[in-house]
């Protein structure tokens, strides 16, 4: 499976994010405009059934054949019911076919034959001769206000705001990450150039790439300082085997060229393998059974 890389990670998780937190934050905008809605709507026939109230209580007995009464206002519709729930007079919608039993001072909601939802409120009015109830009727538009919302918003908003987080979050991570690619590109030249010498710039801001950023110089500074440790080693070792080891070659051959002198050859040869071996007597012992087991074999 083909890794990711951390720029493509970072943009894919902050377009997501942000598509989120503007969708909630829309939904949670249009719900608190709904419900203010809802209370302008109840207000509104309110008035609307007060107003009907006054009408009919100075218009007495005859309010049924009163001109002054206006059955329909402020997209408001209004209707007037005896005390056993019989019609009188006024409006409904006819796209409605249920209508809610009658409930004073209560607020109700209805769906017509469309899926529309309509508020109805019911208020009664007590008159000389009568008990009188006076119905409202308001069709709310926040369901299809929501729907329409959701489909512009996945149609047109949607897309563009994918698009801007996709090259905003792009933009964040590279410039986030910018420290991260200089690093590895600087030990990527050291590497190559076998400088361990050269140090990461650590730049101005004390943050956590400082930090990182210094974590790495010093792991640099310990493996120059180890480096220059073996080569001086290196060095030391081999200045004191080179003296040594041309006594020993020297006198070797004075013992094949000539063999009266090979006894003190072979006593300086042990006198300068003592002191190449430090002086350790264990050492000896050790040589000559690898020497054993080498002519064994």
Not at 4 to 15: A, F, H, P, Q
Not at 56 to 61: D, M, Q, V
Not at 188 to 217: M, Q, V, W
């Given at each position: 499976?083909?890794?990711?890389?951390?720029?493509?990670g970072?943009?894919?998780?902050?377009?997501?994010?942000l598509?989120?937190?503007?969708?909630?934050?829309?939904?949670?905008?249009?719900?608190?405009?709904?419900?203010?809605?809802?209370?302008?709507i109840e207000?509104?026939?309110?008035?609307?059934?007060?107003d009907?109230?006054?009408?009919?209580?100075?218009?007495?007995?005859?309010?049924?054949y009163?001109?002054?009464?206006?059955?329909?206002?402020?997209?408001?519709?209004?209707?007037?019911?005896?005390?056993?729930?019989?019609?009188?007079?006024?409006r409904?919608?006819?796209?409605?076919?249920?209508?809610?039993?009658?409930?004073?001072?209560?607020?109700?909601?209805?769906r017509d034959?469309h899926?529309?939802?309509?508020?109805?409120?019911?208020?009664?009015?007590l008159?000389e001769?009568?008990?009188?109830?006076?119905?409202?009727?308001?069709?709310?538009?926040?369901?299809?206000?929501?729907?329409?919302f959701?489909?512009?918003y996945?149609?047109?908003?949607?897309p563009?705001?994918?698009?801007?987080?996709v090259?905003?979050g792009?933009?964040?991570?590279?410039?986030t990450?910018?420290?991260?690619?200089k690093?590895?590109?600087?030990?990527?030249?050291?590497?190559?150039?076998?400088?361990?010498?050269?140090?990461?710039?650590?730049?101005?801001?004390?943050?956590?790439?400082y930090?990182?950023?210094?974590s790495?110089?010093?792991?640099?500074?310990?493996?120059?300082?180890?480096?220059?440790?073996?080569?001086?080693?290196?060095?030391?070792?081999?200045?004191?085997?080179?003296?040594?080891?041309a006594?020993?070659?020297?006198?070797?051959?004075?013992?094949?060229?000539?063999?009266?002198y090979?006894?003190?050859?072979l006593?300086?040869?042990?006198?300068?393998?003592?002191?190449?071996?430090?002086?350790?007597?264990?050492?000896?012992?050790?040589?000559r059974?690898?020497?054993?087991?080498?002519?064994?074999?």
């Amino acid at each position: 499976m083909k890794r990711r890389s951390v720029t493509t990670g970072l943009t894919i998780w902050y377009s997501l994010f942000l598509v989120l937190v503007t969708t909630v934050l829309g939904l949670l905008l249009l719900r608190a405009q709904n419900a203010e809605e809802r209370g302008n709507i109840e207000r509104t026939m309110l008035e609307v059934i007060a107003d009907t109230s006054e009408k009919i209580k100075f218009a007495g007995s005859d309010f049924i054949y009163d001109g002054s009464i206006r059955f329909f206002v402020k997209d408001v519709y209004v209707s007037l019911y005896d005390k056993t729930g019989y019609f009188l007079a006024g409006r409904r919608p006819g796209s409605v076919d249920s209508f809610p039993e009658l409930s004073d001072k209560e607020s109700q909601t209805v769906r017509d034959v469309h899926g529309a939802e309509w508020f109805v409120y019911d208020s009664v009015f007590l008159t000389e001769d009568a008990e009188i109830w006076i119905r409202g009727m308001l069709r709310h538009t926040g369901q299809e206000r929501i729907t329409a919302f959701l489909l512009r918003y996945f149609l047109f908003v949607l897309p563009g705001l994918l698009l801007l987080s996709v090259l905003g979050g792009w933009w964040i991570s590279r410039k986030t990450l910018r420290p991260i690619r200089k690093i590895v590109r600087t030990v990527e030249e050291i590497r190559a150039d076998k400088d361990l010498s050269r140090r990461i710039p650590t730049g101005r801001r004390e943050d956590e790439f400082y930090a990182l950023t210094c974590s790495i110089n010093g792991m640099f500074d310990s493996l120059e300082e180890a480096f220059v440790r073996e080569r001086r080693f290196s060095s030391d070792v081999s200045h004191e085997l080179r003296t040594p080891l041309a006594v020993i070659c020297s006198e070797s051959e004075y013992a094949l060229e000539d063999p009266d002198y090979r006894e003190k050859a072979l006593s300086v040869i042990r006198r300068q393998s003592r002191h190449m071996a430090g002086d350790n007597p264990r050492a000896l012992p050790r040589a000559r059974s690898r020497i054993r087991g080498y002519h064994v074999a």
